[in-house]
């Protein structure tokens, strides 16, 4: 599946960008391309500081950062794709810098590995007070 996801994208891709390309010119196509380039640095810029931030805040209080830690990763192929010429990769890379959708995504995805995430170990107890 995903070698078959990576040769049909670009051709996905290629075939829309000569679309827009012959509606709009060859020009203001690549223009269009640029500007979302350039917005979706601006959004990964400022929502990777924002999620590194809520990251830093729950490692000060004790707490681990996993949703923030996935969240960053979602952020990071996000800004990939929207670096990678095209306006699917680009639709796909917003919607993943966009906390709303991003927040979706992660929950349908906590639920759908929920039953599948086994931690085995043991522990032991331990009293405060033999500190």
């Known amino acids: 599946m995903p070698l078959i996801i990576f ?3 670009p051709v996905v891709e290629m075939w829309i ?3 827009v390309g012959g509606w709009i010119g060859a020009l ?10 350039t917005l979706g640095l601006s959004l990964l810029k400022r929502q990777g500081l ?3 931030m ?3 805040r729950k490692m000060d209080e004790g707490s681990i950062p996993a949703s923030e830690l996935v969240s960053g990763v979602m952020i ?5 794709l929207l670096l990678t010429p095209g306006f699917v990769t ?6 993943l810098l966009i906390p709303q959708t991003r927040q979706w995504l ?7 590995y929920r039953d599948k995430i086994v931690i085995e170990g043991e522990f032991h107890r331990v009293d405060d007070r033999n500190f």
């Open 50 to 52: 924002s999620t590194l």
């Open 28 to 37: 203001p196509t690549i223009a269009l391309v640029v500007l979302t380039a």
């Open 76 to 80: 990071a192929v996000g800004g990939a």
């Open 17 to 19: 960008l000569i679309e």
């Open 106 to 112: 992660l929950f349908r995805l906590i639920d759908r």
């Open 90 to 95: 680009d639709a796909i890379g917003f919607a």
């Open 7 to 9: 040769m049909l994208v």
């Open 54 to 56: 809520s990251a830093r």
